[in-house]
């Protein structure tokens, strides 16, 4: 069952590390593109770095501009600021278009993990990266310089992230007609990004939940219905690695910045679907049969 949208508000106060798992799977819903996003609620409170236990009402989903959305893994303070990185950038674009786009996410991104380096510099050395290149050949010992740039080549941003929305894009040169396509990006913890065409994981739960997908063939050309119930199937599957939680919410994010939640009567259908199928081989025909989607099944989302 999913979590009350009122829990949503609960957690971005506290010291709590989400290491957990988010999923977006790109489909459709009669025609038209649509983005299932998926996360468990686990967290791990801290205090000092030391572990307080977990609870289970961390959400890791953000939104950084009308219709796009962000889910994060890892430590919840070091997603938060690439959320408003993000969120800032943004705000400066013009054009929502295929290509364009991953040129403009890749922006802030490159700025944020400048920062990341400038911060680690000024903690180890206390000179700023610019003192670093201009200066601290000459004024450090070698092996210092040396430990300094290994630690910038292998720095982390603390946490992952997922990016979701719709992009125009025109993929037939021969067409005049520009659609709505989903954009699924992705930004791992190492600062390297990937466009992801159908779906994609972030977290410790990703080692179970990609496997899942791919051997269901979750790809975009897959109805709405289907693929939440492959999301639901990949995370309840997922549930096996400790750091991954029980609760957890499901989202629908279409065109414009409409988005829907998966409904009590949306979980209570995918939790009949699990048990009857889950992990097993569902023949072809049965997916017309099964996979029928009505309005009981989700709800309007409700924005903090």
């Not at 996003?37 to 890791?60: F, I, M, P, Q, V």
């Not at 400790?242 to 995918?270: F, N, Q, R």
């Amino acid at each position: 069952m999913g979590p009350e949208a009122s829990v949503r508000e609960s957690a971005a106060s506290r010291g709590m590390t989400p290491v957990t798992l988010c999923i977006a799977a790109a489909c459709e819903l009669q025609g038209k593109p649509r983005i299932v996003l998926c996360t468990d609620w686990k967290a791990e409170e801290t205090l000092g770095g030391t572990s307080l236990g977990s609870s289970e009402n961390a959400d890791k989903l953000y939104w950084i501009g009308k219709g796009w959305a962000a889910l994060i893994a890892g430590s919840e303070s070091s997603g938060q600021e690439l959320v408003r990185a993000f969120a800032k950038h943004m705000k400066t674009v013009k054009k929502f278009e295929w290509g364009e786009l991953q040129e403009e996410l890749r922006k802030p991104l490159l700025e944020h993990r400048d920062a990341v380096i400038e911060a680690h510099l000024r903690r180890t050395i206390g000179f700023s990266r610019d003192w670093f290149f201009d200066k601290g050949k000459e004024k450090l010992p070698p092996e210092t310089v040396r430990d300094c740039i290994a630690d910038m080549k292998r720095v982390s941003l603390g946490a992952s992230m997922i990016i979701s929305g719709f992009v125009t894009a025109q993929f037939n040169p021969g067409s005049p007609r520009r659609r709505q396509h989903p954009l699924i990006f992705e930004v791992q913890m190492n600062g390297s990004t990937r466009t992801c065409k159908d779906f994609t994981a972030i977290g410790e739960g990703k080692l179970i939940a990609i496997p899942t997908l791919k051997q269901r063939d979750q790809n975009a050309s897959h109805g709405l219905l289907q693929t939440l119930y492959q999301a639901y199937e990949a995370k309840r599957l997922s549930e096996i690695i400790p750091s991954v939680g029980e609760t957890h919410s499901i989202d629908v994010l279409a065109p414009g910045g409409s988005v829907k939640s998966l409904s009590d009567a949306g979980y209570e259908l995918l939790d009949r679907l699990y048990t009857r199928f889950g992990p097993r081989k569902i023949k072809q025909e049965k997916f017309e049969e099964l996979f029928k989607l009505e309005r009981k099944h989700l709800e309007p989302f409700e924005f903090d």
